[in-house]
Structure formats: structure tokens, C-alpha cells
């Protein structure tokens, strides 16, 4: 039997150093994650701080920034890693992602040496986590008319608002914070002991539930003016963050339905019923062939992302947008298929496909909807913006 991703041999396209660290992260998560992931799923509960800590001894957490304790990994190795966790569970990826491509790439690309300094190995380290907070109750796609205000009172800086669906916020002990002030959108470095800061652990989540996701309450949230991110001007500084963070999601969501189509093929292979196992039904066979099909195609382009973006060093939103929408709406509907190859068991937490499935429903809407990246696509293809209407 062919494992999905060796129909193509497309392994061979990775060099050694990309397969060795695809290999050690799937190691990683083999070991750490996946035997017990199902019962944190169930209990709504993650070890955030244990599993920072592992992952910052590998040097997963701002893997692919320069400095301060970082390793200053390549895109595609980045990307890997991204796949071989989120094989294991999204939320758990959704981890690594926030803390190194949201929070620590804010402070890295934005924030002053003292803020780089006093924040970055520890987070790199996994000793601090970090979170991102643009998401607000009332503003998600929407982020430029966001509530949350800045106001200046002397040297110091004032914030008042509150943020939504914040992962990482109830552990974090740095919030990245967008607001805005007469000049514009700013971010600032917001130590989580500040009075006024809280967050609360957002409960009664179908999705993503290992993974500690917070609502933030901004009352009054006296900060001096060395907090606020120096290089961040405009929304175009969170929204540079998010593009890093869309470029692992990339990746991630194969690894999601890698593990579902390796599940669903052991299964139907041994699952029998008429006599033979449904893996010998032509109906079932069609199933596999074309989410494998679809993954290929997912894993090559998401290949193609990746060496664009260690050849240019940067790619352009809608080529990140295209990734995002095409290789998440492919992973849920491997996902939603291969779940019903398990039948009744399919619906179980004993196997990891509706737990994958169920995942994915976050993963298709943080980081910009498939609505959202469907406009950015068509403003590129047409040169019109079509948000507003
Ligand atoms: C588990 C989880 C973790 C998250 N983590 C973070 C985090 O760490 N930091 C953070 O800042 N945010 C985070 N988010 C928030 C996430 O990014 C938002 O939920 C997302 O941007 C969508 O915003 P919304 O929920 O307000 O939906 P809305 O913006 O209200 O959208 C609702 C629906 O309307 C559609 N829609 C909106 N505008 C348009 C339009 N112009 N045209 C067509 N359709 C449109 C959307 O596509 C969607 O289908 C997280 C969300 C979840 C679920």
C-alpha cells in the first residue's frame, strides 16, 4: 500500500535538512501530543505551558525568525512543522502559530530593541507566552473599525475595549494589542499583569477545544509610552501578522487531513462489511483517490508557497490567500469524507477524524474567512474592492 503523500514521491522534493525536521516534529508529536490530545480535546483543556516549553527546547516557537534565541528557520521547514503538529491536533498548532507568528513576529518585526529584548527569548524559550489580540466582539473581518481605543495621557498610553476569541490570552503573559488612537491603529506590548488587563477562558467551544482560547477586557489599562510598538503604523502591521500566521495554516491543515485519510484508509481496510473489506468498494476507493488527489495538490502548492517565500523573502497577501482558502476548504471536506468511510465510528473520539473535522471549523474562519480570502483573490483578479457590498 502507498501512503497518500508517496503517491507522487513527494518527499523527493524536500531536501535532507526539510525531511529531518519534518521527521523529529511528527516524532515530537507522535510522542507528546497524540496519545493524550483526545482526552485534553474532550476535557477542553491543553497543558499550554508543558508543551511550550517542549516545543521551545526544539526551537519550534518563532522557528522562522532571526535572533534572540530563534533559529531562524527557512519557510518550508517552518511550514513542515506546521504539518506534522496540526496532524496531530489544530489546536495545538494554532499554539505555535499564535505564539511565533503572531506574537513574537509583532514584537520582532515591530517593537523596540528593549521590547525585542525583554520579550523574545522567553517566548522563543516557551518559558512566556504571548498573545494576539485584533478580534474584537463586535469587529472580526472588520478589524479597521475596531471599539478598542488608545488614548495618550502624558507619557503614558490609556487603553480601553475589549478583544474576542484571543488564543493563548487566559496563559499568556504578554498580549500583542491592536488599538486605535487619533493618529491611527497602533499595537502595543501588554505585560498580562497590568491592572485592568483580564482575560477569561472562553467555555462550551465545539471546536479547537485543546486549545485555551480568552476574552479579553481592556478597563483602563495604564501602559508608558516604552509599551507601544514603535514600527507598527496602520492596520497594515496586524495585518502582516496575519499573513504569517495564514502561511502556516497553509501547511497545517494537510497535516489535519493527512491523519484523517491515514485513518480512513486503515479503517476501511480492515473494516469489513458484504463479506469484504469497504476499502474493496469502488465507492470507497473513488473517496480515497480524490482526497489524496486533493492533498497532493495541496501539499504542492503549499510547497510552491514556501520556496517563493524563501526565494522573494515575502509573498504577496492574495498569493497567501489563495493557499489559506484552497488547502483549508480542501482539508474539512477530507475531513467530512473521510468520516463518513468510519461510519459510526466516525463519529467517535476514539478515532481523531471528527475531532480533525471539528478543528477545522476554526481553522476556516480565524485568520480570514474563506469569504474574506475569496474577496482578496477577486480585488487582485479585478483591481475592485468588494468588501463593503
Ligand atoms: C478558535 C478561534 C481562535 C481565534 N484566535 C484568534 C486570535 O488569537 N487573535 C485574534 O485576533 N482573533 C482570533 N480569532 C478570531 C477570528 O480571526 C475571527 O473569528 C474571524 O476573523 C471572523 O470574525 P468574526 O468571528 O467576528 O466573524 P464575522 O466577521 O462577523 O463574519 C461572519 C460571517 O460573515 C462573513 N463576512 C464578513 N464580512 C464579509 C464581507 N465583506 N463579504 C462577505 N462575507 C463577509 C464572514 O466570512 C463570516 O462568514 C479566533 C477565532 C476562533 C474561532
Same mark, same amino acid.
Given at each position: ?43 477542553? #483543556? ?15 516557537? *518563532? ?17 513542515? %512543522? ?16 499564535? &505564539?511565533?507568528? =503572531? ?11 528593549? &521590547? ?5 527569548? +522567553? ?11 485584533? #478580534?474584537?466582539?463586535?469587529? *472580526? ?19 480601553? *475595549? ?16 491592536? %488599538? ?13 499583569? #497590568? ?14 477545544? %485543546?486549545?485555551?482560547? $480568552? ?15 514603535? +514600527? ?19 501547511? *497545517? ?28 468498494? !469502488? ?11 486533493? =492533498? &497532493? ?15 522573494? $523573502? ?10 489559506? =482558502? ?15 468511510? =468510519? ?21 476556516? #474562519? ?7 480570502? !475569496?474577496?482578496?483573490? +477577486? ?11
Amino acid at each position: 500500500m502507498t501512503a497518500p503523500l508517496d503517491l507522487l514521491d513527494l518527499s523527493e522534493l524536500l531536501s535532507d535538512e526539510e525531511r529531518d525536521i519534518r521527521d523529529l516534529v511528527r516524532r515530537v508529536a507522535d510522542d507528546r501530543v497524540r496519545p493524550q490530545v483526545a482526552e485534553w480535546y474532550e476535557q477542553g #483543556t491543553v497543558p499550554v505551558r508543558d508543551l511550550a516549553r517542549e516545543f521551545g527546547k526544539l526551537g519550534l516557537l *518563532g522557528m522562522h525568525l532571526e535572533g534572540y534565541g530563534c533559529v531562524g528557520a527557512s519557510a518550508v521547514q517552518y511550514g513542515l %512543522a506546521c504539518m506534522e503538529l496540526e496532524a496531530a491536533d489544530s489546536g495545538v498548532r494554532s499554539l505555535v502559530s499564535v &505564539q511565533g507568528s =503572531l506574537a513574537m513576529f509583532a514584537l520582532h518585526a515591530y517593537g523596540s530593541d528593549e &521590547q525585542k529584548q525583554r520579550w523574545l527569548p +522567553g517566548m522563543a524559550a516557551g518559558e512566556l507566552i504571548g498573545c494576539f489580540g485584533l #478580534t474584537e466582539p463586535d469587529h *472580526g473581518s472588520d478589524p479597521a473599525n475596531m471599539s478598542t481605543r488608545a488614548r495618550r495621557d502624558g507619557d503614558d498610553w490609556v487603553l480601553t *475595549g475589549g478583544k474576542m476569541w484571543i488564543t493563548n490570552a487566559p496563559v499568556a503573559d504578554v498580549a500583542v494589542i491592536w %488599538a486605535r488612537a487619533d493618529e491611527g491603529v497602533y499595537g502595543f506590548a501588554v505585560p498580562a499583569d #497590568t491592572p485592568g488587563f483580564a482575560a477569561r477562558e472562553i467555555r462550551h467551544k465545539m471546536s479547537l477545544r %485543546a486549545s485555551s482560547t $480568552g476574552e479579553i477586557t481592556l478597563d483602563e489599562v495604564r501602559l508608558p509610552g516604552s509599551a507601544r510598538l514603535p +514600527g507598527a503604523r496602520g492596520l497594515k502591521a496586524p495585518l502582516s501578522c496575519l499573513t504569517e500566521a495564514r502561511f502556516g495554516i497553509i501547511w *497545517g491543515a494537510l497535516g489535519a487531513a493527512r491523519d484523517c485519510l491515514h485513518t480512513a484508509i486503515d479503517y476501511a481496510t480492515s473494516r469489513e462489511q458484504f463479506g469484504r473489506p469497504i476499502a474493496g468498494f !469502488q465507492l470507497t476507493q473513488a473517496k480515497l483517490a480524490d482526497m489524496a488527489l486533493e =492533498l &497532493q495538490k495541496g501539499f504542492l502548492l503549499a510547497l510552491h508557497l514556501g520556496r517563493r517565500r524563501d526565494a522573494a $523573502g515575502a509573498l504577496r497577501p492574495e498569493q497567501v490567500s489563495v493557499g489559506k =482558502l484552497n488547502n483549508v476548504r480542501e482539508a474539512i471536506a477530507i475531513a467530512r469524507q473521510c468520516r463518513t468511510i =468510519l461510519g459510526g465510528n466516525g463519529i467517535s473520539g476514539e478515532y481523531p477524524v471528527m475531532r480533525h473535522a471539528n478543528n477545522l471549523e476554526s481553522v476556516l #474562519t480565524y485568520e480570514g474567512t474563506s469569504e474574506i480570502h !475569496q474577496l482578496v483573490i +477577486g480585488q487582485a483578479l479585478t483591481g475592485l474592492n468588494a468588501f463593503a457590498g
